[in-house]
């Protein structure tokens, strides 16, 4: 069984910061990409940050310069760093990570169950 749980989410004033953590638990041998996503109500769920187990990463125009993507591989952590924030960001937010969990086992995508993130005066 593998869980990933999200936090950090909440109600915040445009212009204001959040950091979202996702932890792993579980059995796990080892955590390759981890991503966050945001699904807006009536839209499509939206990659807005990835990162390598080695640390390299990348960021949805919407979001680069404001938003930044980091891990613990020895915390099965990642978070996600949100500056200057807009109402636009309104969303729930995911966390993804592939996953396997015993040597030579299949490498599978896990998601978290999402953290609401308002941004609103």
């Known amino acids: 069984q593998v869980q990933l749980v999200e936090s950090g989410g909440g109600l915040v004033q445009p212009g204001g910061s959040l950091r979202l953590s996702c932890g792993a638990s579980?059995?796990?041998?080892?955590?390759?990409?981890m991503d966050w996503y945001r699904q807006a109500p009536g839209k499509q769920r939206d990659l807005v940050a990835s990162i390598t187990r080695g640390g390299s990463t990348s960021y949805g125009d919407s979001v680069r310069g404001r938003f930044t993507i980091s891990r613990d591989n020895a915390k099965n952590t990642v978070y996600l760093q949100m500056n200057s924030l807009k109402p636009e960001d309104t969303a729930v937010y995911y966390c993804?990570?592939?996953?396997?969990?015993?040597?030579?086992?299949?490498?599978?995508?896990?998601w978290g169950q999402g953290t609401q993130v308002t941004v609103s005066s």
């Open positions: 579980g059995s796990i041998f080892r955590i390759d990409d």
């Open positions: 993804k990570a592939r996953i396997t969990r015993i040597r030579y086992g299949p490498n599978t995508p896990y």
